[in-house]
């Protein structure tokens, strides 16, 4: 079984699968996950995402509300933060295992600086043989700079450190098929409409995504070399009853000859502005060169220099991301311009490509 020969291994639970119904710990089913985990444990990195904060904070304090203000589920998640990361430190500890908390925000994952630092952090606990237990920083995001799930959160953390599987534990099976016996689908290569066309997107009592977010997960695997499992986290010992019976959903990556830092660009989960180029430029992009400001014929959306920014041709279809060498009011000025002018348009020497090929995956 793959996940037996893979060195790196994310693990994401999600919140039903952490919290019962009554807003408590599921303890007996983390020490049945924790039994599976030692099987196969040695000489591999592990790291857990774990949802479920704001779902034991509410507990704690008696919060019985579904519809909560933002400002105050952060509070709430601060408290059931401490909770969540308690209830992990005591189980790991009885066998042995240690644990460490690293809660993450889309600015250390989205922001290249910021990423590398928490790569090094996760190879360090890794050399201390311990395990991270990851959350999103609840507590201090907010509506605009969220994940708003962890499934996108735990496909980020897999491609920054090089994860060879990412396993979803779910309160499903894997993906269904829309035929009447509603069946797995045991392998997906490609995530295209047909796959789209079955979501049913319910969401849980506690839980902030559904299937679609399992996808958009699935898209960063794929294009980071990640192999991808949803299986069902509803049942005891839930990666060995996985393996054992075959009933999951495993998404097959691309066989990837980027670099990490060409990963990290194409599994980006957001773009901060996008760029229309003629067709001359989309050419030339496709033969492998630079974007110049001569192919540019618009810009959307406001960045700075270094952003992550999408191309796209004139019928708004997605051509390339990259990493954009100017900010969105120096290419205003420049759009369509020929190389040799920027200088005199902007009034100081600068770069001449807008998106350099070495900073660009094309899609």
């Given at each position: 079984m793959l996940i037996n020969n893979s060195k790196k291994i994310v693990i994401k639970l999600g919140s039903s699968t952490v919290v019962d119904n009554k807003g408590k710990f599921k303890k007996k089913w983390v020490k049945s996950l924790i039994k599976d985990i030692k099987k196969f444990r040695e000489k591999k990195d592990l790291v857990i995402v774990s949802s479920g904060a704001i779902a034991l904070g509410q507990n704690y304090l008696k919060i019985k509300k579904k519809k909560i203000k933002l400002e105050m589920s952060q509070a709430i998640a601060s408290v059931g933060?401490?909770?969540?990361?308690?209830?992990?430190?005591?189980?790991?500890?009885?066998?042995?295992?240690?644990?460490?908390?690293?809660?993450?925000?889309?600015?250390?994952?989205?922001?290249?600086?910021?990423?590398?630092?928490?790569?090094?952090?996760?190879?360090?606990?890794?050399?201390?043989?311990?395990?991270?237990?990851?959350?999103?920083?609840?507590?201090?995001?907010?509506?605009?700079?969220?994940?708003?799930?962890?499934?996108?959160?735990?496909?980020?953390?897999?491609?920054?450190?090089?994860?060879?599987?990412?396993?979803?534990?779910?309160?499903?099976?894997?993906?269904?098929?829309?035929?009447?016996?509603?069946?797995?689908?045991?392998?997906?290569?490609?995530?295209d409409s047909n796959i789209h066309a079955m979501i049913d997107n319910k969401k849980n009592l506690y839980g902030s995504g559904g299937i679609i977010t399992k996808l958009d997960a699935a898209k960063i695997c794929i294009n980071a070399g990640c192999h991808m499992f949803i299986g069902n986290g509803k049942k005891n010992n839930p990666i060995n009853n996985m393996i054992k019976n075959k009933i999951y959903t495993h998404f097959i990556p691309k066989i990837s000859s980027l670099d990490a830092r060409k990963k990290w660009i194409i599994s980006s989960l957001n773009s901060s502005g996008k760029i229309y180029i003629d067709q001359g430029a989309a050419q030339a992009l496709e033969q492998g060169k630079s974007l110049l400001a001569a192919g540019i014929t618009k810009i959307v959306g406001i960045f700075e220099k270094g952003e992550n920014i999408l191309i796209v041709d004139q019928n708004d279809k997605g051509l390339a991301r990259g990493l954009s060498s100017f900010t969105s009011s120096e290419i205003n000025k420049i759009k369509g311009k020929q190389s040799k002018e920027i200088e005199n348009i902007l009034g100081y020497l600068s770069k001449t490509e807008i998106v350099h090929k070495d900073d660009m995956v094309k899609l």
């Open positions: 933060q401490i909770h969540l990361a308690g209830e992990f430190q005591k189980l790991f500890d009885k066998h042995k295992i240690k644990t460490g908390q690293i809660l993450i925000s889309p600015d250390d994952t989205e922001q290249r600086r910021r990423a590398l630092n928490v790569r090094r952090t996760f190879d360090n606990l890794f050399k201390l043989k311990a395990i991270p237990i990851v959350n999103e920083n609840d507590t201090t995001a907010t509506a605009e700079i969220k994940y708003g799930d962890n499934d996108r959160l735990a496909a980020r953390v897999a491609q920054i450190i090089g994860a060879d599987t990412l396993i979803i534990l779910s309160d499903v099976d894997g993906l269904y098929d829309k035929s009447k016996s509603r069946k797995i689908i045991r392998t997906v290569t490609k995530i």
